[in-house]
């Protein structure tokens, strides 16, 4: 346990950071997840509209520093190609 003032409240201002960052993950696993439901249904407007929220949340979290740029960038091009295999089938 920390004895010095400065440090006791920089453990109080991590503890607030980490639950909120937590929050904010799981948050931006749900997002991906509802895509990825969306998408494996084959529903192309449900997966644009999933795409189109998954990937603001990603691009907020990755401003905020909860997640990695890279990691944000990884997975919106993953599911953009996704979403453009659902749309060219469908169309076909």
């Known amino acids: 346990m920390a004895n010095i003032k400065s440090q006791i409240k920089r453990n109080r201002q991590a503890l607030k950071a980490r639950q909120r ?3 904010v993950r799981t948050a931006l696993k749900t997002y991906m997840k509802r895509f990825r439901t ?4 084959g529903d192309g407007e449900a997966a644009a509209l999933a795409y189109r929220v998954a990937a603001r949340q ?3 979290a990755a401003t905020k520093g909860v997640v990695h740029v890279n990691f ?3 997975h ?10 659902l749309t060219t089938t469908a169309a076909s």
């Not at 969306?38 to 249904?41: H, V, Y």
């Not at 919106?76 to 295999?85: E, N, V």
Request: no cysteine; hydrophobic share 45%.
């Open 21 to 23: 960052n937590k929050s």
């Open 38 to 41: 969306a998408a494996d249904a």
């Open 58 to 60: 990603l691009d907020k």
């Open 72 to 74: 944000a960038a990884n």
């Open 76 to 85: 919106k091009s993953k599911m953009a190609r996704r979403l453009a295999g």
